[in-house]
């Protein structure tokens, strides 16, 4: 089981795309962190996009930074900012170098390692466990150590998983925000248990693919 779950890892090609497009298709994919305290994983349910100078909400709004510096080098990176004086949060890394980009990663389903994740502090529902980017932090041990580590190499990474039909994809504003907050850059798997906040209602058109 652990290694179907960490394999086939995606290739930096998947990550080299429109943000929007990106926080799409990472539903249903499995983000997997080999750690000395044994394998977590667990199947991405909700993201977000965050673009680059024409995205108020983004942290690449205002241009390059130290902590932003990652967002604008090539696409599969993780990017990982504390807030909140308390919350590690994961995105990765989209576009073309130099162009900056991201995809917050908001909710998982667990999959893997749920032991490991109880025992760093949340002892709610398991389907709860992984129900917020602060939540996918913690249970995944991540630092500003994890800031700039290579999602197609190393210990932490991304699995093909399945990808997610359009008919259980819907999409929203994002949340947890004050700017650019109509923008409908957030997707969720409808009735999923373990997407945080209020799920969004909002069907995506059908593209047709027939998956």
Do not use: W
Not at 22 to 45: E, M, N, S
Not at 128 to 141: E, V
Not at 175 to 180: E, H, K, L, V
């Amino acid at each position: 089981m652990p290694r179907a779950l960490t394999t086939p890892r995606l290739t930096r090609g998947f990550f080299a795309r429109d943000p929007v497009v990106l926080a799409r298709d990472v539903l249903g994919r499995v983000l997997f962190y080999k750690t000395p305290q044994g394998l977590l994983a667990g199947r991405i349910v909700e993201a977000e996009a965050y673009t680059g100078a024409a995205d108020a909400a983004s942290h690449a709004f205002r241009g390059r930074t130290v902590r932003n510096a990652v967002m604008f080098g090539p696409a599969g990176y993780a990017y990982v900012y504390f807030t909140y004086g308390m919350h590690h949060c994961l995105n990765i890394t989209a576009e073309a170098p130099g162009t900056a980009g991201a995809v917050l990663l908001r909710a998982l389903e667990p999959l893997a390692g749920v032991e490991i994740m109880r025992a760093r502090g949340d002892r709610g529902p398991e389907a709860r466990l992984l129900s917020g980017p602060g939540k996918i932090g913690r249970a995944f041990g991540l630092t500003l150590e994890d800031n700039g580590r290579d999602f197609t190499r190393g210990p932490l990474g991304l699995a093909a998983g399945a990808a997610v039909p359009d008919r259980e994809v819907a999409v929203s504003r994002r949340i947890g925000i004050s700017r650019a907050v109509d923008l409908p850059y957030r997707f969720a798997i409808v009735d999923s248990p373990s997407v945080s906040g209020r799920a969004p209602t909002l069907a995506l058109p059908q593209r047709g693919r027939g998956d």
